[in-house]
């Protein structure tokens, strides 16, 4: 059963379930960079200073750690068809909710309701098109499904752009959009089958063997090894701590060093460089959408850069050489802004979303095929959750160095951020596993005896 997946030529189904997934991913980052655009909107309408600003960001990664670590070791439990919908779903409506806060605190409580939900949506499609692809084109598919990331963004420029440069609307109109993302959610459990090698692990082979053959179009059954029963959280947390604990220390170094600087990024660019009430280099709010459409467009062609480097080159040292590239461009940034020209930091702002992609689209296919199929999307969780509490510490080490010192600092800090992933790239180069081409079955095992042997092909 996991031959006929991982030696599948790639066919129609393939494409079916990894655009659905895309899209649901899509839909995710359109409510993670929505509120790039519009919060100085939200900063004007509720009075803001500039650390409310970044509390809401604080409280949103705050969010999206629980829901990548309940929601993900629901995900190893229900079925990740079911956690995806349902998490899809779930942040769909509270984005709705937002949108209609009559204050300040309203918008707090529902922003992190809809971050619970993404959260889950993390663990959930990044296991997903794992164990649904052929082996030889793992990454490359996986990445191209992370690349939607940039599409969501762009797309969240766009609406900004009509509905509050164009129309002159408020940001609530901008954020009413989240209601196309519960429709999708009851489209989608028509377009995703559940994961057959989940199934497989929950003693479903009879329903594996049939979703295998609806993908590969291949019937004869080769035989399935189970990873063992459900667990608990603590039990699923214990074992991937006991037998897995560096793939965990490598997924946790990767993610926390990217949504520090990911996400760091992005708000350095809203609040503390382009933002008209807190910026350096301030803008006018009408323009700052059609700035970050920019970035996205450039964060875009990173991340197809990497779709095809994964399979390629190798997963070690895209990740390696990625990381390092947006720590680099972390400081062109500060070059750029030390200058206090808009168009020069638009420059800037564009090759860093670049490489800040490159480094973040490389780390999930990498980190995520790892784990066991019985713990991947807990493992994936409990590395998101470290990476979202990351993001956390970065917004707060960002607000108070903005206050102390200057917009310059901020970038250095940002750089030192993206090195800790280039380091645990290093590290994992020289003693971890070249997972490309590998089967996650092998990949999942506790002793990992093909690094040397995958290093030779």
Known sequence: MARRLDESRWRPMHTRIATALGIGWMLDAFEVQIIGSVIPGIQSEFGLDG?????????????????AVGFGYLADRMGRRKLFVATLIMYSLAAVATAAAP????????????????????????????????????????????????????????????????????????????VISAAYGLIARRLI??????????????????????????????GYQMDGPPRSTRSALGELWANHRPKLYFGMALDFSEAAGYYGLFTAMAIFVFSSKTGAVPIGDDVLP????????????????????????????????????????????????????????????????FFATCAW?????????????????????????????????????????????????????????????SVAGIVWWVRGVEARGVSVEVLGRVAEPIATRTERR
Do not use: H
């Open 193 to 222: 089958p559940e994961s057959p090698r989940w199934l497989a692990s929950q003693g479903k082979l009879e329903e594996a063997d049939r979703v295998v053959t609806s993908i590969t179009g291949v019937s004869s059954p080769d």
């Open 51 to 67: 650390f409310q600003a970044v509390f809401i960001n604080i409280v949103w990664f705050v969010g999206l750690a629980l829901g």
């Open 361 to 421: 689209v490389s780390a999930y296919p990498t980190f995520s095929e790892i784990f066991p199929t019985s713990l991947r999307a807990t493992g994936i969780g409990a590395s998101v959750a470290v990476g979202r509490m990351g993001a956390v510490i970065g917004q707060i080490v960002l607000a108070e160095i903005a206050i102390l010192f200057n917009v310059t600092t901020v970038f250095v800090v940002l750089g030192l951020f993206w090195l800790i992933g």
């Open 290 to 353: 059609y700035y970050f459409l920019i970035a996205n467009i450039g964060a875009l062609f990173g991340g197809l850069l990497v779709s095809w480097s994964l399979d390629a080159v190798g997963r070690r040292p895209t990740v390696t050489f990625s990381y390092a590239a947006a720590a680099a461009s972390m400081l062109l940034c500060a070059a750029a802004a030390s200058t206090g020209s808009p168009m020069l930091v638009l420059i800037a702002f564009t090759v860093a979303a």
């Open 103 to 178: 204050n300040y605190w309203v918008f707090i409580f529902f922003r992190f309701i809809t971050a619970l939900g993404v959260g889950g949506e993390y663990a959930a499609v990044t296991s997903a098109i794992a164990e649904f692809t052929p082996a030889r084109s793992r990454g490359r598919s996986n990445g191209l499904v992370m690349s939607f990331w940039a599409i969501g963004g762009i797309l969240a420029s766009l609406v900004s752009i009509v509905v509050i440069s164009t129309f002159g609307l408020s940001w609530r109109y901008a954020m009413l959009f989240g």
